[in-house]
């Protein structure tokens, strides 16, 4: 076996605890590999292990990663690509015509740009709206006070599919600590859904969790967690 699919094996192996642990169903969380400043070669290995979901945070890089898998000599599974970076108004385009899944936004300005610029013909772009937890001025994400506000707005845009909240907080000292900060998100997110808001018939995902807390983020509730040192190894550059 190679590294990539014994490293698989293993994030799968966890997370399957992690959930009986937390007394779920050992499938009821999703495994996204993140494979940013990783190269094709790197997502076709996991991709012949079965995995099917992949996120990326620079997304011209990203663009060009999906060409070239498309363009290798391999029977290329359907695989679902998630933007997991920010989102700047210029390339918002690049995101509306390449990718399945936006985890990062956070302003209405960019969900309408992203519908806007959705292809006809596509299946609406799953989006999940990145909050703030921890209430840094300097971090990305939406106040969690203004995050149903957004919802409301976001869950009518036409060519958009909402479908929940994304959050990447600071490290936490220990496991106590890590679950606090994702039942934060986990409670808003439950709010949210109760609110009955329109458009919010799929509102059902909850990406938290990476590699070092997603036991934490498990026992708080996410449905997928985000893993790409737990599978890849240390980055290829500097992020």
């Not at 779920?24 to 292990?49: H, M």
């Not at 997110?189 to 995902?205: K, R």
Request: glycine letters at 8%.
């Amino acid at each position: 076996m190679t590294t990539i699919a014994i490293n698989l094996h293993q994030i799968r192996t966890r997370l399957q605890q992690a959930c009986v642990d937390a007394g779920r169903a050992p499938d009821s969380v999703a495994l996204l590999a993140v494979s940013k400043t990783f190269g094709p070669d790197a997502v076709r290995e996991a991709a012949l292990q079965g995995q099917r979901d992949f996120g990326e945070n620079y997304i011209q890089e990203a663009v060009e990663k999906i060409a070239i898998l498309r363009e290798m000599d391999w029977e290329q599974p359907a695989l679902a690509w998630h933007c997991i970076g920010p989102i700047q108004s210029n390339k918002t385009r690049l995101v509306a015509e390449h990718f399945d899944w936006a985890h990062s936004v956070d302003r209405l300005k960019i969900a309408q740009r992203l519908s806007d610029q959705r292809p006809d013909g596509m299946a609406p772009l799953q989006v999940c709206l990145q909050v703030n937890p921890d209430g840094g001025t300097t971090k990305s994400g939406v106040p969690l006070e203004e995050a149903l506000a957004l919802a409301r707005a976001v869950a009518l845009l036409p060519k958009l599919q909402l479908r929940g909240l994304m959050a990447i907080p600071d490290e936490a000292g220990d496991f106590a600590a890590q679950c606090a900060v994702h039942r934060r998100v986990r409670q808003l997110f439950d709010s949210i859904a109760a609110s009955g808001a329109p458009g919010l018939a799929a509102f059902d995902t909850l990406s938290l969790g990476m590699t070092g807390d997603l036991e934490a983020a498990v026992q708080a509730g996410s449905t997928m967690v985000r893993v790409g040192r737990g599978i890849f190894g240390g980055r290829a550059r500097a992020a």
